[in-house]
């Protein structure tokens, strides 16, 4: 069962609610109450299941068996990461871990559809959330809006589905063609693009506005503070864990850092379940580009907006960090009541401090997080390290997540790396950190795309009214 952060007095609710719901009432998130640990056998037994059986048996430790049961979440993630979607799975590993430094391992995470680590969450909810309209014989409109990897991710899951139908909004300029495109040509049936004159703030707008419409009232919404999505990234750690301490010749029960490049705090955050489930991870550390608000939190107990910036690592060009309130919840010992005051401080005056909330300013470090930032300068150079230590090529966000991961290594605890993007969607970047003939040629599958995707865009104003009539038109 999930409980409010801001509500002390409402009643928990099960998972296929927040599934469907994804905010809880009055802004607030679902939480879940308990995790079941797991075991150090269980762990062992863990090591040599494929993904698909792992997936099952961590989400029904994670939300319970109320809403899927054991053999249902293993098919959700048997068509989820199975070989159509993940064509290079060897061994029934998805998220493979290699070695780069003798300190340091990569997990990479965007083996998927459309090749970002939101696939690894998006393809299991999309089906999931479809289990459940089913039950409740409806369907579901999803409006969202992107500037990344979310729109594309969403889109390939939403296809997969009968019940679900997508109105993805995205700014006219400042998407590379490459992401555009990677929408584009998901345009079909139940996907519709719809490019907005104007930048990605107006988009998001023109969402919540249409969102606090009453006429309105049902649409779903695709953003990562949907519990599910959390719940779906938790795996992955396992599976990462058990994959380095073999490769490492460890036994189970050592600990390692994990080092995660982070915007809105999701992927962090099931870091930290993970850890409460009892993986031995023994610190977290928060990577924040020249966006630092997310390092300046762990460090220094402020949680301040200062606006962001763009950066070479733009998936993490963020000015607040959604899922932090979960977190923070935690911190205010389960108490919806003072998390709320915090989260109302913060989003009144645009900063709250932890001293003022009757916690510690380093709490988070006590809490076993790590925080820290990379500048553009440290990634480019990182990307040549990497490549010269073991032909791996990491794209800018992993790299920022390296960088700071050596600032932070300590006590010889090797630190595992999520890796979030393929290099081939920053092909700006590559060249300037790589000789071109050390960068990967693009796949086939991504091979001319900014032709193929080109079309598939409905071009609308920045104009709430013109969204809506064309959502308005669907529903005939
Ligand atoms: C979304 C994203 C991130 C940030 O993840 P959060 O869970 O929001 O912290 C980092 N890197 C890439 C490539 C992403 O797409």
Redesign the pocket.
Known sequence: MLVSTRNPNLEPVPYEKALIDGMAPDRALYVPTDLTPVTHDELEWLGKQHYANQFAFIQSHLVGNETFSLGQFFEIAEESYGEQNFPYAVDGIVTPVRPVFDWLSVQDL?GGPTA???DMALQPVAREMDIVLGRQDRSLTLLGATS???GSAAEAAVQASRRLQIFMLSPRIGMSAFQKAQMGVLTGENVSNLSVKGNFDDCQDIVKDIMKDPEFSDLGAVN?INFGRIAAQVTYYFSGYLQMIEQRGMEIGMPIDVS?????????LAAHYARRMGLPIRKIIVASNENKILARLVNKGVYQQTGSTPTS?P??D?DK?S?LERLIFELLDNDADRTRSFMEAFESEGRAAFVDHGLKADALKRHGFKGGSSTHAERIKMIGLAYSASGEVV?P?TADAIVVAAKKYSSHVPILVMS??KPVKFEDTMKEALEAEHIPPREKRFMDIEKRGSGGFVKVPNSVDAVKAIIRASRK
């Open positions: 965007s970002a680590f939101k990344g990897d979310t990562s995660v490049p982070s915007g809105n705090f999701g992927n962090a690592s998936s993490m963020i960090a899922n794209d966000h979030t993007a």
